[in-house]
């Protein structure tokens, strides 16, 4: 089993120094996992997907666009709160051996779509808006988040992010947090 573990390291090693160790990618095209607090859900987790594109070494700047869902249930209703964040970014980084870390900023918008379904509505009779309703708002966002992006091999890389996230919701800030896990094409 050692015997496996070191030639596997030795493979990765070998794999990734075809390439410079240390050069960071003028291009970063990552998507992966996304989970953080509902953009205006005042409790509960949401999860989903994230992509984004980033150009730029020590500054760079790019586009995400992430979609999350969130559903919460009461004794009355079940309200799920669907939210696509789009967000232009700027970021500040250092290359540390096969990585890259970076604190990035995003500013945009946040769509949500909020669907209220009413329980046991159909065996109650209630149809229509009687059962179900339905609204979506568009909220101004910003995301500042820690990133850290590892060449594994070749142009293959890891990415992992996190940090506050921000919503304007009815004339209040409103608080939370959003952190991403995903892979990455390095070019």
């Known amino acids: ?35 953080g607090q509902p953009a205006a859900l005042p409790t509960g ?5 994230t992509a984004g594109v980033t150009a730029g070494r020590a500054l760079a700047f790019g586009l ?10 009461s004794t009355s209703w079940t ?14 980084g250092a290359e540390l051996g096969r990585g890259t870390l970076a604190l990035r900023l995003g ?21 229509g808006d009687q059962a179900e309703q339905g609204a979506t708002s568009l909220l101004p966002a910003a995301d500042l988040e820690a990133v850290a992006t590892l060449r594994l091999v070749g142009w293959l890389g890891l990415v992992v992010g996190g940090g506050p996230s921000f919503h304007v919701q009815d004339g209040h800030l409103r608080s939370g947090f959003v952190g991403t896990l995903g892979l990455a094409w390095l070019p």
């Open 107 to 127: 500013l945009g918008a946040t769509v949500v779509r909020e669907t209220r379904e009413r329980d046991q509505a159909s065996r109650a009779g209630l149809t």
């Open 45 to 49: 987790l949401s999860s989903g997907v």
């Open 1 to 35: 089993m050692r015997r496996l573990g070191i030639a596997i390291v030795g493979i990765v090693g070998l794999a990734g120094s075809s390439r410079s160790a240390t050069a960071a990618p003028d291009l970063t095209i990552d998507g992966g996992l996304l989970v």
């Open 79 to 92: 309200v799920t709160h669907s939210d696509i964040r789009m967000r232009a970014t700027g970021a500040l």
């Open 64 to 73: 995400r666009l992430g979609w999350t869902r969130a559903t919460e249930y």
